[in-house]
């Protein structure tokens, strides 16, 4: 191979930073409308309205800030492969903080690909807001110690054109004499776009 396969993003402190700005900009525009609509019209001192004012800013913060470091990202080169996920609210806070910091990160799991003795991919069917469905690629990698990795991709549907590079690294384990365990044939699909691979899932459970 003759390039690093990355799905995902690796965020920089850039990134973190006008992901910042977008969040502060949405909350002054909120609060500005609570401040000129809602608070005239409720009778409370101007101390209170500027605690309130206070808490809005400090809870968005709170709830969203987080949300930036929850990011996945798999890398495969010619000797690895690395996975990268923060989970859980705290731990998110920290990554965002690291990240500004410019320290290293770590992988949550760090596999060499001679010790993988096979790959299986399968599928699980979402549902989201307004009964929107979609669908998560799951990947199981057995490894020759009969260690099993999993990996699970948030939503392939919605993380746009990640399927073509899932289809990359299938086929660059399978020239390194990695089995593909694939009973819905899902590899060969991985070229189509995310409807037609949504629609061929349908397909699939339908005749179960």
Known sequence: MNKEII??????????LKSFVVINLYTFIIL????????????????????????????TWIVTVPMIGGTQRLEIDDQYIRYYHVRGTWNQF???LRILMKKDDRANFSVS????????IS???????FGI??????????LKDYTVVRFVPFNISGGGNNNKKYEEMLTFLQKNDVEIVDPYVLKDKLGLTSEEILNYINK?????
């Open 7 to 16: 799905i995902g993003k690796k965020l920089t402190r850039g990134d973190v």
């Open 123 to 129: 599928y699980s069917l979402t549902v989201g807001g």
């Open 204 to 208: 699939i459970e339908e005749n179960k």
């Open 94 to 96: 920290k990554e965002v």
């Open 113 to 120: 690909i001679d010790s993988i003795q096979s790959v299986s």
């Open 32 to 59: 500005g409308i609570l401040v000129f609509t809602v608070f005239p019209s409720v009778n409370i001192s101007n101390q209170k309205k500027m605690i309130y004012s206070v808490l809005i800013i400090f809870i």
């Open 133 to 142: 469905k979609g669908y998560k690629l799951l990947f199981s990698f057995l």
